[in-house]
């Protein structure tokens, strides 16, 4: 390489990353990030590709925005709580809650003593003050996790017997008989697919019976000629000792307390009421908290899933108690707010983007979402754009944000259900920047 080679101009590593803007980076993304970036714009420099002088700028314009490779999603789909993008979305005071908790707390230490505290108390405290119906309270990693202990806890090496109309299957192909299984417990199923009486029960319960497992079949429903058995016809169930079998319920979406726009979705406080031995549930659904797995019921038999091996497996983190508290204690969440937010109280908003972007504005019906409520309409409004900005909102450029949308019966459909008030310009922004270039097919 000659004196006269541009190649030697181009700067070195260690000089890069003094660079403010660089060293800036590596606080928020690490040194080996911004190390790669800079190496990849050096490498394209001696390949004649970019000038010397621009390595810096290269290397900046190339480093990730985020520390994640999660990306943030305004969802424009009408559906309240979609797994596919995270579920429930945090209040402010859940997302205040994780930043206080990101750093050393309290999590199991008691101020006062010094001396080790009982695991998340605040938040135990709040889930028995939402729900004074339970006598104790346990919080696990997800819902899956606080069906598998209940059932491991109680009936490991014995039956469970559940309903055939209750064999569910959850998302990614998880099925309910496979969960069961994996705890030891042998499934017991009892009537038919559409209907099942409180003597297929009685007839199947014996001295090798765990518990009866009630599953709320909340990502389907069946209509016409059915049957199915409430808790409180289970609540008194004997084996033939004379013991009574404990009723398990898996209310599945989380609904705490009675929300009268959900009339059919079974909430925690009327199981129990019922006569539940324990229910299981969701925080990331219809409660609009983080994902975790809560437990309700008697103090008892909680206190036996606490002390069972497999809870220490399923323990929540701090993060997710913290956020968990908060969702409880704090502020309307999000979901809740979505779920009942009215046709007329979206159309003005629905008309000021239509107006904007110069497109149609047509009826639509929502939904709850995330296997919860799956017959209860959500009726709306969305404006209405052709199908290929759809995909381009997916894929945008520069610092538009990206929007998820829907595709309903071949329209391209922008749902602001669920998308924040003071977010609804960083749609419109979106919006234009992408039907400015609807001309050029959507990419690969």
Request: charged content about 25%; glycine content about 10%; hydrophobic content about 45%.
């Amino acid at each position: 390489m000659s004196d006269a080679d541009p190649r030697r101009a181009i700067p070195r590593t260690d000089v890069l990353l003094a660079e403010p803007r660089l060293s800036a980076a590596i606080e928020r993304l690490g040194t080996d990030a911004v190390r790669s970036a800079i190496t990849t714009a050096q490498a394209r420099a001696r390949r004649g590709e970019i000038a010397p002088t621009d390595v810096a700028d290269v290397a900046v314009a190339s480093l990730p925005a985020r520390a994640s490779s999660l990306t943030p999603v305004l969802n424009a789909t009408g559906v309240v709580v979609h797994t596919n993008i995270g579920r429930a979305p945090l209040s402010d005071a859940a997302l205040q809650a994780v930043v206080d908790a990101a750093g050393y707390v309290d999590v199991e230490l008691d101020l006062i003593t010094g001396s080790r505290g009982r695991r998340g108390a605040g938040v135990l405290g709040a889930l028995r003050e939402a729900v004074p119906a339970a006598g104790d309270v346990l919080v696990v990693n997800n819902g899956a996790a606080a069906l598998v202990l209940a059932t491991t806890a109680l009936a490991a090496g014995r039956d469970v017997v559940v309903s055939r109309g209750e064999m569910v299957e959850i998302g990614d192909g998880f099925r309910l008989p496979d969960l069961i299984a994996s705890t030891g417990a042998s499934l017991r199923e009892v009537g038919t697919t559409n209907r099942t009486h409180q003597r297929d029960y009685l007839e199947a319960v014996g001295p090798d019976t765990g518990c009866i497992l009630k599953v709320h079949p909340s990502n389907f429903r069946v209509d016409g000629f059915v049957a199915s058995v409430g808790v409180d016809e289970l609540a008194d169930v004997r084996r033939p000792d004379g013991s009574v079998v404990p009723v398990v319920a898996d209310i599945g979406s989380g609904l705490l307390v009675r929300d009268p726009a959900l009339p059919d979705e079974p909430d925690a406080a009327s199981s129990l009421r019922s006569g539940a031995t324990l229910v299981t549930a969701s925080g990331d659904k219809l409660l609009g908290g983080p994902q975790a797995g809560l437990i309700l019921g008697e103090a008892g038999v909680v206190e036996r899933l606490r002390r069972h091996p497999l809870a220490r497996a399923v323990r929540v983190d701090k993060l997710t108690l913290a956020a968990l508290e908060a969702t409880l204690r704090g502020p309307v969440t999000p979901v809740t707010a979505s779920l009942h937010l009215t046709a007329d109280q979206l159309r003005p908003r629905t008309d000021r983007l239509a107006e904007v972007l110069g497109r149609q504005v047509v009826a639509v019906v929502g939904r709850v979402g995330g296997g919860g409520a799956p017959g209860v309409p959500l009726p709306g409004w969305a404006v209405e754009v052709p199908v290929g900005v759809v995909q381009r909102l997916r894929r945008p450029s520069g610092d538009d944000p990206v929007v998820l949308a829907r595709v309903e019966d071949g329209h391209g459909l922008i749902d602001l259900r669920c998308v924040p008030p003071e977010r609804d310009a960083d749609v419109e922004r979106a919006l234009l920047a992408v039907l400015a270039g609807a001309g050029t097919p959507p990419p690969p």
